[in-house]
């Protein structure tokens, strides 16, 4: 199927000064190499990008800006105000935010309160990366708590509960037991 010139009327058919300009726009645009397995391949990068799509900032630049953010904030006032920040700064460092997904909930939550209190001091692309991160990660966290605990019960009710006690305690319980057995007529045992 031919390609079709947007910018030619309707019906008109692509003379050869259409075809030159279009092979001068695709000689013009930039190339880029790209490696799929072990070749090699020359491609045409998109000049033309989606409208607002800026690409999301690195943990590095993330890690930079916020080190830079609490060592400000820690400059002007207390440094443990922001020590759970802090924290996660350190893992980010550490593991990335996979090992940020495994700090507790509660410090999430509080490190959460704190980033929210920097960005509003100046709004900036990674600061609304880091409460969005944090929000979603403290909320993995919370339902993470909640399972381990539903767990925990579970196992708790399901286990039996073993004591020692003395042949009285026992034979107490025992008459307790007898007492809850509905009475009913008693079938021998079938041989075998």
């Known amino acids: 199927m031919p390609v079709k ?6 019906g008109a058919h692509a003379t ?3 075809h030159l300009r279009r092979l001068r726009g695709a000689l013009s ?43 400000d904030h820690a400059l ?20 990335g935010w996979d090992g940020v997904a495994g700090l507790p909930g509660p410090l999430l939550g509080q490190a959460l309160i704190q980033a929210r209190m920097l960005a509003a001091d100046e709004p900036s692309a990674c600061m609304a990366l880091v409460t969005e991160r944090l929000l979603q990660l403290r909320v993995a966290a919370e339902l993470r708590a909640e399972r381990q605990d539903r767990l925990r019960e579970d196992e708790r009710l399901t286990s039996p509960e073993i004591s020692e006690v003395s042949q009285q ?11 809850t057995v509905p009475p009913g007529p008693v079938r021998p045992a079938e041989p075998h």
């Open 76 to 95: 002007e006032q207390d440094a443990q105000m922001v020590r759970h920040l802090a924290y996660v700064n350190d893992e980010l460092g550490r593991a």
């Open 29 to 71: 645009r930039p190339l880029r190499v790209e490696r799929h397995g072990a070749r090699l391949r020359l491609v045409l990068v998109e000049r033309r990008q989606p409208a607002g799509a800026v690409p999301a900032p690195s943990v590095e630049q993330v890690r930079e800006e916020l080190l830079a953010r609490l060592l």
């Open 16 to 18: 050869t000064a259409d």
């Open 169 to 179: 305690e026992f034979e107490a319980l025992e008459r307790g037991w007898v007492d």
């Open 5 to 10: 010139d947007r910018r030619a009327a309707p």
